[in-house]
């Protein structure tokens, strides 16, 4: 099992490009999250799935979309690069939509300029 | 609004010693506090959790203190150790209305655990 893999782990993007965050699971959870995560503000959740083709908006949405058109997959696209999406992302993943205990990708390091 | 606040933001201990972290909510739908620990440059995974109908989880070194009336929970980490040494997030979660449940984190302590 890879668990939760995300790619790149890098990034830097100029303002005003676009680009897609990668987020993948391996566990056939049904619940998959997007979080970032900034200094001294803990992880606000993004955007989240709970199956295939169902997406709703979390704390932080505007920005940044999502789809998810198979369980294991779940990308993060910023449609247009503003310096305040510098950030650490994480995607998550569930088992089951009840489940409490969330297992969280290694992280995304994006820095827009 | 933060719905979960975290104390304090940083914390140095010396090894041997005890390692506490406090946490607060307001709201009363959360029914579920985890406890996730992070290392630099890796995600967050979860260490201890606790329901709010029991008042005290040990797991090893690390316990989990909660009090619902007074809507607060900590973390106590006993006989702390440098690998210790991470950022620890308390969180809560609450049923989203949309057929899951929706973690929400405090904004984390640092912790250092100095020999």
């Known amino acids: 099992n890879a668990g939760v893999t995300q790619t790149p782990k890098f990034q830097v993007l100029k303002t005003g490009q676009s680009m897609t965050l990668q987020c993948a699971q391996d566990?056939?959870?049904?619940?998959m999250s997007w979080y970032r995560q900034d200094p001294g503000m803990g992880l606000r959740l993004i955007h989240y799935s709970v199956g295939a083709g169902i997406t709703d908006q979390g704390e932080v949405p505007n920005g940044y979309n999502v789809s998810r058109s198979t369980t294991e997959d779940f990308p993060l696209r910023l449609l247009s690069a503003a310096p305040s999406q510098t950030s650490v992302y994480f995607c998550?993943?569930?088992?089951?939509?009840?489940?409490?205990?969330?297992?969280f990708g290694p992280g995304t390091r994006l820095t827009v300029t | 609004q933060q719905q979960v606040k975290q104390s304090p933001q940083s914390l140095i201990v010396q090894k041997g010693g005890i390692s506490i972290i406090n946490c607060a909510y307001e709201?009363?739908?959360?029914?579920?506090f985890p406890w996730y620990q992070q290392f630099p440059g890796k995600g967050p995974a979860l260490l201890i959790a606790i329901r709010p109908d029991v008042s005290e989880k040990k797991e090893g070194r690390f316990t989990i203190s909660f009090n619902k009336s007074a809507k607060q929970f900590s973390l106590h980490i006993m006989d702390s150790q440098p690998g210790d040494s991470a950022t620890y997030f308390c969180a809560a979660t609450a049923y989203s209305g949309a057929g899951s449940y929706q973690l929400t984190f405090g904004k984390g302590t640092k912790l250092s655990v100095i020999p």
């Open positions: 998550a993943s569930s088992y089951g939509l009840t489940s409490h205990e969330q297992y």
């Open positions: 566990m056939n959870h049904e619940y």
């Open positions: 709201n009363t739908a959360f029914d579920y």
